[in-house]
């Protein structure tokens, strides 16, 4: 059971909770246009403010929290505000839940600016020295000299024992007060600080221009519809925020896609048939196969690496939150049979070349995975010049290949009888 104090309802509404969603449309905006074709997933007061994942092919999963503050830009914010020592507790919980992770990043965002600490009552209890310059001044810029770190120890475990104090469980508070410098200086180099950003006003202009560099948008379909776009992105997080199930809170990468492809259907532009295969997809046999994705690279490789074993599990598991929400929809069935379709008749062909001298190691399986993800996406292509695909990105096609090997209908061994 989470122990960790909840903070997720902090904002519910005004300029800080259209803050949050702003912040969530650009972060996710912006990972799709760094990365070719990831998983990306995001949420708002998913235990922060904004939450951002990205699943990709070499590091796994990075996962980033932030925490959004909308106050007046002429006010400042101190070390010593509660909303800064609040988070900072919040900060600590995630990277000791999260295991200190190096895929693990943090981030404040505030349109206030920085202010100086002044001698307080906490100051003389915990026996603070400040520094000459502002504590979040200092850290904005990377500075994590001895006595930075003393005053960041001290007001941080001060706070940390306050909050739990009246909670039967005392979270990490055990743990941090043995942190050494090297430890402290280790969590905050994870804590991106912003002070002075947009409000919402001038925020909203910069994710309407993010929203014209999207992948998915398209300049003469597009065009004066950013904001109409922007408006529907937020409505889509506004609309999963109140589930309970913290999966059902995020805003996937496919789900951007197919936004933005139904707001191509507002031109007057010739349209194409929906693919007619979602009945052959209908009547496929249940597998004989009960085997799981790793045991389907078990049978055949042994020796193939957990790291990769615990990355394909990252995007099946991404795949099966898409599965779950688009399985119902008959492009999304016919994209899945087209897709078995080609992957069963070209894995035949490479199972057939396979000889009994041949070693099967990590190399060849990845060669596999990469060549039928190479054929199903040429298979797509040529099929949308005939038929509408409404998912169809990179990253889905990937997704549904790892869950047809999951859901035993392909396999690497003549174990599978379909």
């Given at each position: 059971?989470?122990?960790r104090i909840k903070r997720e309802a902090s904002q519910t509404g005004g300029k800080g909770f259209r803050l949050q969603r702003l912040r969530a449309v650009g972060l996710m905006l912006d990972a799709l246009d760094k990365n070719n074709n990831p998983f990306v997933y995001a949420a708002i007061e998913h235990k922060e403010d904004v939450f951002v994942s990205v699943v990709n092919e070499a590091d796994g999963a990075d996962n980033y929290y932030e925490e959004d503050k909308n106050y007046d830009p002429e006010g400042s914010f101190t070390f010593n505000s509660r909303e800064v020592r609040n988070t900072l507790v919040s900060?600590?919980?995630?990277?000791?839940?999260?295991?200190?992770s190096p895929s693990l990043f943090l981030g404040f965002y505030s349109t206030n600016k920085i202010g100086k600490e002044n001698e307080s009552s906490i100051t003389k209890s915990e026996h603070i020295t400040l520094c000459s310059n502002p504590l979040l001044e200092e850290l904005s810029?990377?500075?994590?000299?001895?006595?930075?770190?003393?005053?960041?120890?001290?007001?941080?475990?001060?706070?940390?024992?306050k909050q739990y104090s009246k909670k039967q469980k005392k979270g990490?508070?055990?743990?941090?007060?043995f942190w050494d410098y090297n430890d402290w200086k280790n969590f905050l180099i994870k804590i991106s600080w912003q002070f002075g950003q947009e409000g919402n006003d001038d925020l909203e202009g910069k994710v309407v221009e993010k929203i014209k560099k999207c992948p998915y948008f398209s300049a003469a379909i597009h065009k004066e519809m950013e904001q109409a776009i922007l408006d529907s992105l937020m409505e889509c997080f506004d609309k999963k925020q109140s589930n309970t199930d913290s999966l059902q809170k995020l805003v996937s990468g496919s789900e951007v896609e197919m936004l933005f492809r139904n707001f191509?259907?507002?031109?007057?532009?010739?349209?194409?048939?929906?693919?007619?295969?979602?009945?052959?997809?209908n009547k496929m046999p249940i597998p004989d196969d009960k085997r799981n994705l790793p045991e389907k690279v078990e049978a055949v490789c042994a020796a193939y690496s957990e790291k990769k074993?615990?990355?394909?599990?990252?995007?099946?598991?991404a795949s099966k939150i898409e599965?779950?929400?688009f399985a119902s929809t008959k492009d999304f069935l016919s994209l899945k049979y087209r897709i078995y379709n080609v992957c069963e008749e070209n894995l035949e062909k490479i199972?057939?070349?396979?000889?009994?001298?041949?070693?099967?190691?990590?190399?060849?399986?990845?060669?596999?995975?990469?060549?039928?993800k190479t054929v199903a996406i040429n298979e797509l292509n040529n099929l949308s010049k005939t038929y509408r695909y409404d998912f169809k990105s990179d990253s889905v096609i990937e997704g549904i290949i790892l869950e047809l090997f999951d859901s035993c209908f392909l396999s690497f061994d003549t174990n599978n009888e379909q």
């Open positions: 059971m989470d122990s900060f600590v919980d995630l990277y000791l839940e999260n295991e200190m810029a990377d500075n994590y000299s001895v006595d930075v770190i003393d005053c960041v120890k001290k007001y941080i475990t001060y706070e940390y024992s990490f508070l055990g743990t941090i007060k191509s259907g507002l031109r007057n532009i010739p349209t194409k048939n929906s693919d007619p295969m979602w009945e052959m997809w074993k615990g990355r394909l599990a990252r995007k099946l598991g599965h779950e929400r199972l057939e070349s396979v000889t009994l001298e041949m070693v099967i190691n990590e190399a060849l399986i990845d060669e596999w995975f990469n060549k039928l």
